[in-house]
């Protein structure tokens, strides 16, 4: 191990202003558009905001040091300070907020608004616009925000008028955060944040009409859901994102205690329910356990929990779950049977419905499942490569599951997307939620390094630990220079095979081992780490995990690990993408233990 320390469009329709109830109070404030902006934040108990100024916005900036309570974080790209309201947001389960200018400010805010809206997370993004009377023309840093992000939000906002401004931002708040949550853009032209207006604040709560983000079952679907459950022989419980997102996790444990059902977790849902629970199977889909995905094959019943049954999760819908009944639980009315079909399906907070349907359990045991499970299990057990000798090889799994013994597993960790996020779901034990932050539906590489910022910043207490690719790191490690700035201490782990690994990895496995713009140089990361005036260090060896991730922690500052792995190591097992769930290409066996025909349906690579 070394350590070297130091450490041309027309223009968009304005936004009619909120529909609002008749005032509930005479406190009245006459502020300027700017100063709305900021004190409409404070108002909704925001404390951290992520931005960068610009020409747009600049009214706004200068307003900003009259509200000291507001801390302001410097990115050094707009895309990360999506990404960290984004941190924020899920690391809390409050709303994360960015803020950017105009034109280029608030298109590079795009990636982080779609990372948000595939995950249903809460953020609010504040840009500048241009005069509302040079809307249109092809100002300079002009572009039409809301009808790029128009498909990529849950709404958004062109806001001309100061005094629309207070009302429309509180009302952003409200939609991000009600029902199924979501990214809310709010556009400010210049001049609206350089004019007087005299805001209302006891003005009553927002509304809009026609939109309906509360919704319940009846009790007859609720009956039936139990009826099923009191007949199923082998039921499975999906956790998806939603039991994180609802609080649901102490509901799922008194439903699993009930029902003796196992549990299995889709990325996003790993940690709403403790991996440490002998009816915790672990992760479900591509490159989720072999045992799970074979038991969701052999289930008669599926117990969706706030999950939407996506590709990566169901490989070949035809042959998804051919025997099983469904019951799904959902908050968003859209989801339900738009790629599989329920049986009985609950509409409405998955915590809520859990309070519904539990007194109408009965106790049951399942002795004889949960043992065909286990057989399942220790027929994959061979494969698990976390805990072979050393043999002079340091591998990712290796990396991951030191990392998870060593931090008792009680680490905030946040991802980024390609081979090291499959093996972090794999060998990170999660036991609480928000302790998982990971770029899901999109799959947003350089997601990490910015998300963990604004994680870190939503929780000081938490150790926080970044585990992201080479590939990954290199698109946003800009922001080392935010950590240097802004004082944000964390341990980052970078995963480096010298490849875009999990591209690589399908090309190995599908395109004849044609490696094509895949291999990738790495920079000298202790020395980056150095130049920030961080701590690097490097491992390429199993045994100097353990020193370095000591050291890491110690370290008062950002510190950066840089691990050298075996580079065509791959993720495995691996459903080919549109195969059977059962379809699995599967570790190679160790040399000298038979193959086991169970599960090997596809070729051993």
């Known amino acids: 191990m070394t350590i070297a320390a130091h450490a041309s469009a027309p223009p968009p329709p304005p936004a009619t202003a909120p529909e609002l109830a008749p005032a509930a109070s005479a406190e009245t404030e006459t502020l300027t558009g700017a100063e709305i902006v900021w004190a409409s934040l404070v108002r909704e108990g925001t404390s951290v905001c992520f931005g960068y100024p610009g020409g747009a916005i600049m009214p706004a900036y200068d307003a900003l040091p009259k509200y000291p309570r507001l801390r302001h974080v410097l990115v050094r790209h707009e895309q990360g300070a999506a990404h960290m309201a984004d941190g924020y947001a899920r690391a809390s389960g409050e709303v994360g907020v960015a803020v950017a200018t105009s034109g280029p400010g608030a298109t590079n805010l795009v990636t982080g608004i779609a990372t948000a809206m595939m995950d249903s997370i809460p953020i609010v993004c504040v840009t500048g616009q241009v005069p509302a009377g040079l809307i249109g023309s092809d100002a300079f840093q002009e572009i039409d925000i809301t009808g790029i992000t128009l498909p990529i939000t849950k709404h958004n906002y062109l806001v001309t008028r100061a005094e629309d401004i207070a009302p429309t931002i509180r009302e952003a708040f409200w939609v991000a955060r009600s029902g199924r949550p979501g990214p809310v853009l709010v556009d400010i032209t210049k001049d609206a944040q350089q004019q007087t207006a005299t805001v209302r604040w006891g003005d009553a709560a927002p509304r809009r009409r026609g939109y309906r983000p509360e919704h319940s079952p009846q009790p007859a679907e609720l009956d039936r859901a139990a009826e099923l459950l009191a007949a199923a022989r082998r039921p499975v419980i999906l956790a998806g994102h939603g039991v994180v997102r609802s609080g649901a996790s102490a509901g799922l444990l008194e439903l699993v205690a009930r029902t003796d059902i196992p549990v299995a977790s889709t990325l996003l849902g790993l940690g709403g329910f403790p991996a440490s629970s002998p009816h915790a199977l672990g992760m479900m889909g591509m490159h989720g356990e072999a045992w799970v995905n074979q038991a969701i094959q052999e289930a008669d019943l ?4 706030g999950m939407r049954f996506d590709d990566r999760v169901t490989g070949n819908l035809k042959t998804y779950a051919p025997n099983a009944r469904k019951i799904h639980v959902e908050l968003d009315p859209a989801e339900i049977h738009k790629n599989v079909r329920a049986d009985v399906a609950l509409v409405g907070d998955l915590r809520e419905i859990l309070a519904l349907l539990l007194p109408r359990l009965e106790r049951g045991v399942r002795a004889e499942w949960r043992a065909r499970i286990d057989a399942l299990k220790g027929e994959s057990a061979v494969r698990d490569i976390k805990d072979l000798p050393d043999l002079g090889k340091l591998y990712a799994a290796h990396v991951v599951h ?14 980024d997307v390609g081979q090291h996020q499959m093996w972090e779901a794999q060998y990170y034990k999660h036991e609480h939620p928000r302790k998982l932050v990971t770029s899901g539906g ?10 963990a910022i ?24 800009c922001e080392l220079a935010t950590c240097a700035q802004e004082g944000v201490k964390l341990n980052i782990a970078i995963v ?24 990738i140089k790495s920079p000298d990361y202790v020395k980056l780490a150095e130049a920030h005036g961080l701590l690097g260090l490097r491992v390429t060896e199993r045994a100097g995990i353990a020193e370095a991730v000591a050291a890491a922690r110690a370290c008062p500052h950002t510190a950066i690990v840089e691990f050298r792995v075996e580079q065509e190591d791959a993720v495995y097992p691996m459903v080919p993408a ?15 233990e038979s193959h086991n025909p169970i599960f090997e349906t596809g070729d051993d690579h």
Not at 407 to 414: R, S
Not at 466 to 473: A, C, R, T
Request: glycine share 16%; hydrophobic share 45%.
């Open 442 to 451: 999109l799959g947003t590489m350089g997601f990490a390094l910015p998300a």
């Open 302 to 305: 599926l117990v969706a929990l």
């Open 496 to 519: 480096n095979n010298g490849y875009l690994g999990m591209v690589r990895q399908w090309q190995e496995f599908f395109y004849g081992g044609r490696y094509v713009a895949t291999p």
């Open 454 to 477: 604004g994680a870190k910043l939503a929780c000081p207490e938490e150790e926080v630990w970044v585990v992201v690719g080479d590939g990954g790191f290199q698109m946003t490690s």
């Open 578 to 592: 549109g195969a059977d769930l059962h379809a699995m290409i599967r570790r190679p066996l160790p040399r000298g």
């Open 402 to 415: 030191d990392l998870w013994r060593l931090t008792g597993g009680d680490a905030l960790v946040v991802t």
